[in-house]
């Protein structure tokens, strides 16, 4: 039985993917060898490049992957560039595991990942397991790191078993997918429905996990990391658009799901707030806040929508923070 299946989706990122398969070769190491014949991995390639240079890493991985006995190893490339949510959601719904752990290429698999993964799903069936909850592990982009971190064992935090899992999950970042796993049952009765899959945009991984907290079964949160997040990436877009992302992509789709009774009203208003503080920082990037930074993509109009008191709390603090910071960089030059 496939317990539990890693989807590694890739994109035009050898280098990065190499390092990611070199760190669930350690997780795998870590489990005890009876439990490797219940992981399954999965390979979404995405890749349009380094085509070469994919098939070599391929090879040499899957040949040591598999010399440790775990089920399978499938990789499956789509030839062409399908976008990244296609990509990874195509993944999810040809999952063969009753869970899925989606890992981006670009980021690692914690030394003790896979071992804290299936004891938790042994000992509790949940519908949904969240890394990070005390500590998040990041490295900066360009890091040699192999996913051994601080050396300190992962452990279960709480358990949630009842309708406060919903808010209790709407409290922090929603959108790591690197810390989510995701029951495979469930992710898959949501997608068959064309109607469901029109909620579907860039906050996607959050709304995955909603779904899964919707359903009877128990959530678990891990007190650190199951993935490590590599920060920094030079070529990423989100780092552009994470304002609209969060901000108003998020509220919208909480919107939409409040308006089909899935969020009470409550969760509604937690689930508007998640990223709410990011507003007080952007006080000092007031051609974000007043829409004037095309690569942002930001509506003022709709930052007032769901933030109303904070944004306008931002606006006024625009003199006082662009002052400080253009005095900081005087004080530099002299």
């Not at 959530?219 to 070529?235: A, H, Q, T």
Request: glycine share 4%; proline share 4%; aromatic share 12%.
């Amino acid at each position: 039985m496939t317990m539990l299946e890693v989807l590694i989706p890739t994109y035009n990122r050898p280098v990065e993917f190499e390092k990611c398969l070199k760190s669930l070769e350690n997780a795998l190491l870590y489990l005890p060898p009876e439990h490797r014949a219940s992981i399954g991995v999965a390979i979404n390639d995405n890749s349009t490049d380094y085509l070469e240079a994919y098939e070599r890493i391929i090879d040499e991985n899957k040949a040591r992957l598999c010399g440790l006995a775990i089920l399978y190893f499938d990789y499956r490339r789509t030839g062409f560039n399908v976008g990244n949510i296609n990509n990874i959601l195509s993944g999810i719904y040809s999952a063969k595991g009753d869970y899925v752990w989606c890992l981006p290429d670009d980021d690692l698999a914690r030394f003790d990942s896979l071992s804290i993964l299936i004891s938790v799903i042994q000992s509790y069936q949940p519908s949904f397991i969240s890394g990070a909850w005390c500590n998040k592990s990041i490295i900066n982009y360009d890091s040699d790191a192999s996913g051994d971190d601080d050396g300190h064992k992962n452990k279960v935090h709480d358990v949630i078993s009842d309708r406060a899992r919903v808010s209790a999950f709407l409290t922090k970042n929603v959108v790591e997918l690197q810390e989510y796993v995701y029951r495979v049952r469930i992710v898959k009765r949501f997608l068959v429905d064309k109607e469901n899959r029109s909620l579907l945009n860039n906050m996607w991984p959050g709304l995955l996990a909603v779904v899964c907290l919707r359903e009877n079964g128990s959530f678990v949160r891990l007190e650190r990391s199951i993935g490590i997040f590599r920060d920094g990436d030079p070529k990423s877009e989100w780092r552009h658009l994470w304002t609209r992302l969060a901000l108003i992509e998020w509220p919208q789709l909480c919107e939409r799901l409040f308006d089909r009774g899935w969020f009470s009203t409550g969760e509604y208003r937690l689930s508007i707030e998640v990223f709410r503080s990011m507003l007080d920082s952007l006080s000092k990037r007031p051609d974000i806040l007043l829409g004037l930074n095309r690569r942002s993509q930001v509506n003022p109009f709709l930052l007032f929508k769901y933030h109303r008191t904070n944004f306008l709390n931002a606006l006024l603090l625009i003199p006082f923070r662009s002052s400080k910071a253009i005095f900081k960089k005087l004080k530099k030059l002299i």
